[in-house]
């Protein structure tokens, strides 16, 4: 069988994590890397075996797929050009840092016969393919609580510069607006009250998010929030009922009146199983291959991008975003 030449823009960490799934997949060459640090891209190459590229453009007309998984604002460009060379593609969130360029790749993958696939990884985490099932069994949801907190946004030193993130909530955060939707459904309108203390943007969000079901949720996120674990919590509200999240290493559900409660646990998986990274690239794969559907689609990529503008937009004007 002939293997999908990959290629891999963006040699960072993230990078590499799918680099080496992807090398242990029999269906895939990882065939050339390319990294504006050329120290990175060599290291990378002589782990997976692959070329170097000296562009992007090089890299783009030498493989069949290719990983973006430079920072955020570099994203839309590549997308668009990856797209108009007929390529499938695997980009990781955000797909884009504006609403406009979401909306201009979100077009250009609707005319493009090729994958393109968005990387919200913790669509695939078990922790929270196992909330998704609870959420079916269990029934509709009442109101639910999420936060998502860093420590700082020191390390690495791009994290804190919005030139290069976006602004602090397209870094991470954006995960927790795209589970939002992925759990509970649209989300009709925003409220959000944001503010700035460490870093030269708003970096502190209170959100409440109102859904086309009637569910009601809040987020909280904070950039300088200190390192105590779980940075990442989803308490769901049901009727008699309590679902939490402990990062992706455990769920808990409780129900009845007497506080009964069970724990079921992800700490025996790997890392990239754990946070769904092994999923998602077999996912990408497999719809290349086998034409299976499209995991997480540019629509997704684009709605996710949409609830953060928002976000910034209720903040800004102190008013409710309303999205249709």
Known sequence: MKKLKVGIIGAGYIGGVHAALLAKDERVSVAMVHDVAVERAEQLAHSTG???????????????????????????????????????VFC?????????????????????????????????????????EMLRESGPAHSAHVKMNRGELINPAWVGDPAITGGFLYETTIHMFDMMRFLFGEIRGIDAVGSSHEYPETDDFSVLLRFDSGMHGTLASSADASWLFPFERVEVFCHHATITSREMESISYSEGLDGRHSTRSMQQLSREEKW???????????????????????LDGFKSVELVDACYQAVQTGERTHLN
């Open 276 to 298: 769904g990274y092994a999923q998602e690239d077999r996912a990408f794969v497999d719809s290349i291959v086998d034409g299976a559907a499209v995991a997480v689609t540019a």
């Open 92 to 132: 990781e969130k955000p797909m884009a840092t504006s609403i406009e360029d979401a909306r201009t790749v979100l077009e250009a993958a609707a005319r493009s016969g090729a994958v393109f696939q968005v990387g919200h990884n913790r669509r695939f985490a078990p922790v929270y393919a196992t909330l998704k």
């Open 50 to 88: 692959a070329s170097i590229a000296s562009s992007a453009e090089d890299l783009i007309g030498g493989v069949d797929a290719l990983y973006i998984t430079t920072p955020n604002t570099k994203h839309t460009a590549i997308a668009l050009a990856a797209i108009d060379a007929g390529k499938s």
